[in-house]
């Protein structure tokens, strides 16, 4: 499920040789949202760990320059395909040993004996896990040759591309098996959706009755029967990075999330289902307010409620032994049949929204599909559910997803008039209006749920724009940034097309090259969700469960604009990008090389170039000069990181005697896996994980993870008591120029503690999430390469500022909170009002010449905020800078 968990420790990752802290479920209930953000699990930081890392994000979208999807999946020609799959050793302490579901290792034997006994079964691997283990997608439908398998695809390629056809299309409407697709587990810990899918997979493989026939022939029927095996397999609800993969699917920092992403694309479901634990009583979507501006819903709602009645009504007549129901006058679970299970956008007001599309479903909605999140009803007792209760979940989870593709069966063709009218209105262009009362009344289908539509909270309007360009040149922030914003676009399958001469819009002149996203184009949806800065939305729900803001344009260090409306002509010529940008080169002959460093790639090359003992100088305007090197390490860097070297001017030559030659840092660092894998992001690879206890241990002996660092970076509390041998060893590396750079008041009680700092940090309300409007001052650390917008969850503000103690960036005075959620409490003091032109960044220098920086924004939140990377890593250069 997608609250918050209490942070327990569930049992150690042989497989990876680091401790995974996991999360049990003490409290999980949807109506107890807004205790502050979704803690990622903290990993130790071992070498095999910080090798996943790097891996992972050599893997992810914006790294290494190709066709901008290499995580698309190479659908199958014919039906079935039965390839031998890999049989995975079984894992010693398996957490499924816990209830006795079935064990990762137990799915490849099962799924080939299934194939074995069946035409009806194919699998694929669509990608492999963090630890290295396949992800599965199993197919169940009717033989198809490749002729037929080929027209399948063109008919889906048509519902999108070309939906005004597809509507008409008599062939298609009477011959195309429309998709269907069930997926479990991508929290590792809410194991019984995948024991569910086999049952069912089973079943359908196996059946005699017409009914299955009739269904197989019209409907192919798709299972990713465990989306986080590592997970599963030792028993916590994170992948192997230790990061949520169902709060992932904007970012794509985990393998896991970005095959789910990849496969929504090539699937293009009519429906997708999600499977997860769990709620005291059985929960299906669709969700309470507020919606997600983008989502085309009175497309959405009727068939998403009226599966969830239809589920209602099967699970209530089956009374599966021990299940729960809903009681509607306590709103508790009770064991007594009632005839309710719990519908959030009938049972939940507010806390259990489709807001984000970071989840699963609520990102495969932009794909087209109605979808549901499944909340099965036992709950953990201790680390997992009991076998008993396993059982019940399994039979619960089985019935629903039954009831789900009967639902489908039944109502097919008016579903698919649904999916092709949302991507209809896409390529059209339409304007997009949130429901009134009258437009509600007029929607077909079921009345139930229109009674419930409140038009103030539910669903604001959205003034789209024609386009979204991303300028090249001068009115740019980072080349870099805006390449890899581009490519995060390709890779969730929007279209993004290039100015093929320079063109004046809205009074702005675009250099040819420039990137149009035209929001005439079938997933227009998602294309605006991702680039729109979004709505305060405060005032809606007393509070969210998650982000509630997250553009891309805003965030990830790229210079994007919204241009016209809509309803305007096209913005000029533009021609289709198939292809990751890329402008790698580097001039022959000069003996001094130069490029800007101002987004995540930037750094990554002069992280590389550092770690091949390249001298590098950083100048103050964000210019760095790199001297002679082995010229095939320079193409090597300029190759894989994308960067246009050019020789370095002579005005620039003159300004190394004033400029810091850069070192190859080694960071220490006490944090999250937020910090782990955005420094390992950034390229810094030479890094030490440090603990206030390890300090303390090994203050006597020499050995507090310190001595070799250039740098701490402090992503959460590391407190040492006054006069300890840690404090003393601490305040001796400070004294001999140790700096510290961090986020949050942890960060600052750090620098405070060791005399960096002075001042006061204040930290706002911890379920108050988003966009924040910044000035960075001319003469601040940041302002090589300023930023305008930054993420925070929580924010945090500095005041009463010591001497010596300076404001680098400010949260705005007059407007300080762009769009998310953010309410104050009653007393008001920990709202965006009282951060209002407070010091949002500060700095401090000791004598030692020990330097500090202190974040109060998420400059590294689940790795999203790609510009707050860049802003860490330029404070970590200034701060072990001797210039």
């Known amino acids: 499920m997608k609250l918050p968990r209490t942070v327990a420790v569930l049992g150690t990752l042989t497989l990876l040789a680091t401790t995974i802290v996991g999360t049990a479920a003490a409290d999980d209930r949807p109506d107890r949202p807004g205790r502050g953000p979704e803690r990622d699990t903290p990993a130790a930081g071992t070498a095999s760990f910080a090798e996943l890392a790097r891996t992972a994000q050599r893997s992810g979208p914006g790294h290494g320059h190709g066709d901008g999807t290499s995580g698309a999946i190479d659908m199958l020609r014919a039906y079935p395909s039965q390839p031998t799959l890999t049989v995975h050793p079984p894992a010693e302490d398996d957490a499924t040993d816990l209830n006795g579901t079935i064990s990762y290792a137990e799915i490849a034997p099962r799924l080939t004996a299934l194939m074995a006994a069946s035409d009806r079964v194919s699998t694929q691997v669509v990608g492999q896990s963090t630890a290295g283990r396949d992800l599965y997608l199993v197919t169940v439908t009717a033989p198809e040759s490749r002729q037929e398998t080929a027209q399948q695809t063109r008919w889906r390629e048509e519902i999108r591309t070309a939906p005004e056809r597809a509507a008409s299309d008599r062939r298609l409407a009477v011959g195309y098996k429309t998709p269907l697709w069930i997926t479990a587990n991508i929290h590792g810990n809410e194991w019984e959706g995948t024991d569910a899918a086999m049952q069912v997979i089973d079943d359908l493989a196996t059946s005699d009755d017409p009914a299955t026939t009739a269904l197989l022939e019209e409907h192919r029927l798709y299972f990713s029967l465990t989306l986080n095996p590592d997970g599963r397999t030792v028993g916590t609800r994170a992948t192997s990075l230790g990061l949520d993969a169902n709060r ?140 008993e209760d396993a059982v019940i979940n399994t039979a619960v989870a089985k019935q629903t997803m039954t009831s789900m593709i009967d639902y489908v069966a039944g109502h097919h063709d008016a579903m698919l008039a649904d999916q092709i009218e949302a991507f209809r209105r896409g390529v059209a262009g339409e304007p997009k209006d949130a429901l009134t009362v009258d437009d509600v009344a007029a929607v077909p289908g079921p009345d139930e749920w229109k009674q419930h539509w409140d038009v103030v909270d539910d669903q604001d309007p959205v003034d789209l724009p024609r386009a979204y360009v991303i300028p090249v040149g001068d009115g740019q922030r980072s080349a870099a940034d805006a390449e890899a914003l581009v490519d995060q676009l390709l890779f969730h399958g929007i279209e993004v097309g290039t100015l093929t001469r320079t063109t004046r819009l809205d009074g702005t002149i675009y250099p040819k090259g420039s990137f149009v996203v035209d929001l005439h184009q079938p997933l227009r949806g998602l294309a605006n969700a991702l680039l729109d800065l979004g ?28 241009v016209g409306s809509t309803t305007d002509r096209p913005v000029g010529k533009v ?76 005005q620039e030559l003159r300004r190394l005697d004033e400029a810091a030659e850069l070192d190859d840092l080694t960071v220490a660092y006490a944090g999250t896996p937020d910090d782990l894998l955005s420094l390992t992001e950034l390229g810094f690879d030479d890094l030490v994980r440090v603990t206030a206890a390890g300090i303390e241990a090994g203050a006597a002996t020499g050995t507090t993870g310190l001595e070799d660092a250039d740098v701490l970076w402090v992503g959460s509390s590391l407190t040492l008591p006054a006069g300890s041998a840690g404090r003393e060893a601490v305040q001796g590396w400070v004294d001999d120029g140790g700096s510290v750079v961090g986020r949050t008041a942890a960060a600052f009680a750090v620098a405070e503690t060791y005399g960096l700092v002075e001042g006061s940090a204040v930290t706002g309300n911890r379920s108050g999430n988003g966009i924040v409007d910044v000035d960075t001052a001319r003469s601040s650390v940041l302002s090589a390469h300023p930023q305008d917008q930054a993420f925070v969850y929580p924010a945090t503000w500095f005041t009463d500022l010591g001497e010596g103690t300076t404001a680098e960036q400010s949260y705005d005075a007059d407007r300080p909170f762009l769009a998310g959620h953010w309410a104050p409490s009653d007393a008001g003091s920990d709202g965006p009002g009282a951060a209002a032109g407070q010091a949002a960044v500060v700095s401090g220098e000791a004598e030692s010449g020990a330097r500090a920086v202190v974040f109060g924004t998420s400059v590294f939140f689940r790795t999203h905020p790609k510009g707050g990377l860049g802003q860490a890593a330029q404070a970590l250069f200034w701060a072990t800078s001797d210039a």
């Not at 790698?584 to 101002?598: E, K, S």
Request: proline residues 9%; charged residues 25%; negative net charge.
């Open 248 to 387: 992932d699917m904007i970012t794509g920092t985990t393998p896991e999330s970005r095959s789910f992403v990849a496969t929504a694309q090539a699937l293009q479901p009519l429906y997708a289902a999600d499977f997860h634990g769990y709620t005291d009583v059985l929960q299906v979507e669709p969700c309470g307010p507020p919606h997600g501006e983008n989502y085309e819903y009175d497309l959405f709602i009727p068939h998403g409620y009226a599966i969830a009645r239809q589920v209602e009504d099967d699970v209530v007549a089956a009374e599966i032994p021990g299940n729960t129901y809903y009681d509607p006058g306590s709103g508790e679970a009770v064991d007594e049949n009632t005839g309710y299970i719990k519908i959030p956008y009938r049972d939940t007001p507010s806390g259990w929204d489709d807001y984000p599309p970071i989840f699963t479903a609520q990102y495969a909605a932009f794909h087209g599909a109605t979808t549901s999140t499944v909340e099965l009803p036992k709950r953990r007792t201790g680390p997992a559910t009991t076998p």
């Open 535 to 562: 709505t305060d939305i405060s005032a809606k729900v007393p509070s969210m469960y998650d982000i509630s803001a997250w553009s891309l344009s805003s965030l990830w260090g790229a210079t994007v604009d919204s």
């Open 575 to 650: 021609v289709p990008l198939r292809r990751e940008p890329s402008d790698a080169q580097v001039p022959h002959g000069a003996r001094h090389l130069a490029f800007d460093v101002a987004g995540v790639e930037d750094y990554r090359a002069l992280n590389a170039l550092l770690e091949n003992d390249v001298p590098v100088w950083l100048l103050d305007d964000g210019r760095a000069v790199v001297g002679r090197a082995d010229g095939r390490t320079i193409r090597e860097v300029a190759r894989e990181h994308d960067v246009p070297f050019e020789a370095a001017t002579r």
